[in-house]
């Protein structure tokens, strides 16, 4: 079985998401995808997150509709601040002989470029194969490659340097995958009482303002 694990704040879950999973299944052959939502993500501040239980459960809403999404709650379950390398080695203990081939690893191009400062960075890169999403507003009119080279070249000016690693050459890519759908804009949109319905999948939705989570939605 091919895994590949997308992990994240999902705070909320949005269409981008899901339209990412979806892509990875269908264009790169993947059996699973796994969502793992963080109980306190390493790279961004905490503030204005909904509590783990609330998304864990949008996440649990989105997977219900495809068989092929598994909402994973490990990070959660760990609390703290989670690393991804120990997330995969826990992965690949997990499910042991039922994977085929090396863990993806889903990440948005902007998180690519930092890539190097991640916890045990080497050793990840190992044990993955990336998977690499571009946003649209990333595009230039040059090909993906030479327009991500040229942003990862600012910020791998030393150490683990991507751009001359055959990491870069070896991911997978996923063009033009990441609808222009942040999960701040969602918050924002639901600050003001806007309409965000067609950002976000109905289940979770609903989940949003039934609850009342993220503001005014009168």
């Known amino acids: 079985m091919k895994i590949a694990v997308l992990g994240g704040s999902f705070n909320p879950v949005h269409n981008a998401h899901v339209s990412v ?3 990875v299944c269908d264009s790169l052959g993947y059996d699973r995808v796994l969502f793992i939502p963080a ?23 989105v997977c219900e509709d495809d068989s092929r999404f ?21 992965l690949e203990e997990k499910y042991g002989s039922s994977l085929t081939g090396k863990i993806g690893l889903v990440m948005g191009t902007d ?19 990336l998977i690499l999403a571009d946003r649209p507003e990333e595009k230039t009119g040059s090909s993906f490659s030479n327009h991500a080279l040229g942003n990862f070249a600012s910020v791998n000016s030393e150490g683990f340097d991507i751009t001359k690693d055959s990491l870069f050459d070896s991911a997978l890519r996923l063009e033009n995958s990441l609808l222009s759908i942040s999960s701040t804009r969602i918050r924002e949109m639901a600050a003001r009482g806007e309409d965000f319905s067609s950002l976000v999948p109905k289940k979770v939705f609903d989940y949003i303002v039934n609850g009342k989570f993220y503001g005014n939605h009168s």
């Open 21 to 23: 999973a979806a892509q």
């Open 39 to 61: 109980y306190k993500p390493p790279h961004k501040e905490m503030n204005g997150v909904l509590s783990a239980e609330h998304r864990l459960k949008m996440l649990e809403l």
């Open 70 to 90: 598994v909402c994973e709650d490990c990070e959660i379950k760990r609390e703290g601040v989670s690393y991804t390398y120990d997330t995969v080695c826990y």
């Open 111 to 129: 998180l690519f470029a930092g890539f190097k400062y991640w916890y045990k960075a080497d050793k990840l890169a190992e044990k993955c194969t």
